[in-house]
């Protein structure tokens, strides 16, 4: 059981550069989410599923695309990378969230974009 | 739309000093509460969580909080705090929408 596992830990794009952020679990949860983590703003929502095939908007979505094919993985897509998307990215997943069941975190990937 | 606030941004105490840390958050409706903490390049872990029944929260590490409903708040304290407490901490609210909201964080060290 490995948790949460996100990919790559850290990377350096250029403007304009796109890629893909990874994330999957192996826990069978039906939640999945991505947040970023700014200093001073706490985490805030990016994109999140509720299931295999359904996906939504959170609080900051613009400039990332996601999908969720399966129920393992969640990949956080940025289409055109800016500066204002350096940030530290974390998926998150869990259970049914409003029965009380823990929000699992990866570890996080440190994202720069120069 | 909900939101969470954390007033307190950085908070600096000497080893067995007692702790609070305020959280307040908006949202009419039923909610879950939690604290995370993420120590120095790590990621973030649960201290505690409300869901319901006795308002009063024990989490790990010595770590308790309690949820005051008419005052909307949820803050996190604990009576004697030591070095490796130095970290970040997150409230969070969970909403039926399913939404995870977290507050600004409160960066606390703890001075030897």
């Known amino acids: 059981n490995a948790g949460v596992t996100q990919t790559p830990k850290f990377q350096v794009l250029k403007t304009g550069q796109s890629m893909t952020l990874q994330c999957a679990q192996d826990m069978n949860h039906e939640y999945m989410s991505w947040y970023r983590q700014d200093p001073g703003m706490g985490l805030r929502l990016i994109h999140y599923?509720?299931?295999?095939?359904?996906?939504d908007q959170g609080e900051v979505p613009n400039g990332y695309n996601v999908s969720r094919s399966t129920t393992e993985d969640f990949p956080l897509r940025l289409l055109s990378a800016a500066p204002s998307q350096t940030s530290v990215y974390f998926c998150?997943?869990?259970?049914?969230?409003?029965?009380?069941?823990?929000?699992?975190f990866g570890e996080g990937s440190w994202l720069t974009v120069v | 739309a909900q939101s969470v606030s954390q007033h307190n941004h950085h908070v600096i105490l000497s080893e067995a000093a007692s702790l609070e840390l305020g959280c307040n958050y908006s949202?009419?409706?039923?909610?879950?509460l939690f604290w995370y903490v993420q120590y120095p390049g790590q990621h973030l872990q649960l201290l505690l969580k409300?869901?319901?029944?006795?308002?009063l929260v024990k989490g790990i590490k010595g770590f308790e909080a309690e949820f005051i409903k008419s005052k909307f708040s949820f803050n996190l304290r604990k009576p004697s705090v030591q070095w490796s407490d130095t970290a970040e901490y997150f409230c969070a609210l969970h909403n039926a929408g399913n939404m995870l909201t977290f507050g600004g964080g409160t960066r606390l060290m703890v001075k030897p």
């Open positions: 409300y869901f319901s029944g006795d308002p």
């Open positions: 998150a997943s869990s259970l049914q969230p409003s029965s009380g069941n823990t929000i699992y």
């Open positions: 599923s509720v299931g295999a095939g359904i996906t």
């Open positions: 949202y009419g409706g039923t909610v879950n």
